[in-house]
């Protein structure tokens, strides 16, 4: 089977699909719209096309800056014929996918991500009508959560598949040593981009409220994350007097997060933004026995089980926030129980072994 992804190829998500789907015999070819940046492991014997004329920036967000990809369209069509696939799967519905629906290719499969379905059809009527005529084009329309889902029914009456993107239990696993710091200290960590609508401002006052109220208690605040706001969020903790508990570890390779997560004794996912459209971050946390404090929001609260996994919150919720993490604060046996009941959930839903087999089967059904 030979299968053409029209997909971004810096994104780890592309790559990771990519790389799993060759290694089970599928033939795999990426048409990005970007040139690597940097080549991973695993790409070997990958081909990777690009449109003839690249040196246009096409990648653009906005709707009008999404009507570029238009010029993409006959490189994407000399690419089927090149490669001669004999399925296209386009990643992201409102750039990729418009190509992959001009294309005029069948069978043709259409993943959503995330903003294409919660942000992008609501920016005009034009992007309305664009999102639903990609979806009227496609034959399988994928979700990797059932909030999304519903998100996505919105635009169209088709049935959406729920493809979850999960985690390498070989890889995200509790390493014999939690963290470095002493067996008395608790480290609560995080792992987002430093960007508005992942609530890390949030998270440093709720840190802040807890060492004003435990003022003994050796506590550490671990964000690892580029952006826009890093400068802003380093001032946040230096005025509210934490700044020498904060440790700002900056932007890693996905390769590293294993060993970063399991410098944690508390994974915290505060986003403020209903786009968050499936917590990968979270269920690696959880992979990695880590108890959870989430947002419950979007396909955040899908991935954890409260009371159970962790503690959902509401956005915001400085108090009922706080509270959550003092449960945990003071009880490594939550801590441990938590950790593992996570553990066994990812187990039992988000195994990436049974996901990748669950996308080879819709594969199939076109065979």
Known sequence: MKV?????????HTQKWAIALKNRGIEIAVFSLTRLQNFSPG??????????????????????????????????????????PDIVHAHYASSYGILGSLSGFHPYILSVWGSDVYDFPRSSIVARWLIRFNFRKADRILSTSHVMATETQKYTN????????????????????????????????TIKALEEKYGIGYLIGIFARLHAKYPDLTMFLHIVGGGSLEHQLKEQAQSLGIG???????KIP??????????????????????????????????????????????????????????????????????????????KQIRMEMGFNGRERIKKLYNWDDNVEEMIKIYQHFF
């Open 4 to 12: 053409l992804l029209l997909a971004d190829i810096n994104s780890i």
């Open 43 to 84: 790409l070997e014997n990958i081909s990777i096309f690009h449109p003839d004329n690249l040196n246009q920036d096409i990648s653009s967000s906005g709707l009008w800056q999404k009507l570029k990809y238009f010029t993409a369209l006959p490189s994407v069509k000399k690419c089927i014929r090149n490669f001669s």
């Open 158 to 189: 088709k049935k959406i598949d729920i493809t979850p993107f999960g985690i390498d239990l070989n890889t995200f696993h509790r390493f014999k040593s939690r963290n470095t710091q002493s067996n008395e200290s608790v480290v609560i960590g």
């Open 244 to 250: 020498h508990l904060v440790a700002f570890l900056g």
């Open 254 to 331: 996905h390769e590293k997060v294993p060993s970063y997560l399991n410098l944690f004794d508390i994974y915290a996912a505060l986003s403020i933004s209903d786009s968050e459209s499936f917590g990968v971050a979270v269920i690696e946390a959880s992979a990695c026995e880590l108890p959870v404090v989430v947002t419950n929001i979007g396909g955040l609260k899908e991935v954890v089980e409260d009371q159970v996994t962790g503690f959902l919150v509401p956005p915001k919720d400085i108090e009922k926030s706080v509270e959550s993490f003092e449960k945990l604060i003071f009880s």
